[in-house]
């Protein structure tokens, strides 16, 4: 993914003192703006990957009981004295 980006930012040069909507007026902040960008898409990236890792965890606890109730290991289940 990372790669790609890199080679969109390659591409996506611009010649102009206006690059995507923002006017930059010398090289370093055209830099900045695309690091900006690049950090943007980051975080909405970690935020995606942040929410399947939620989701992630809980079919597991989810597949975890579904086995033990498969397996008859119940923790709670404790035998009766007679």
């Known amino acids: 993914m990372l790669a790609e980006e890199g ?3 390659a591409s996506n040069s611009c010649n102009t003192n206006t690059c995507n909507g923002a006017t930059t ?3 370093s902040s055209t830099g900045q703006v695309n690091w900006q960008v ?3 898409h980051l975080r ?3 935020s995606h ?3 399947e890792r939620a ?3 809980q ?3 989810q597949l975890e009981l579904r086995l033990q109730e498969a397996t008859g290991n119940h923790p709670s289940m404790k035998p009766t004295s007679l």
């Open 7 to 9: 080679n969109a930012s």
């Open 25 to 27: 007026s010398t090289q």
């Open 49 to 51: 990957l942040e929410a």
């Open 44 to 46: 909405l990236l970690n």
């Open 59 to 61: 079919i597991r606890l």
């Open 38 to 40: 690049r950090c943007d």
């Open 55 to 57: 989701k992630l965890a």
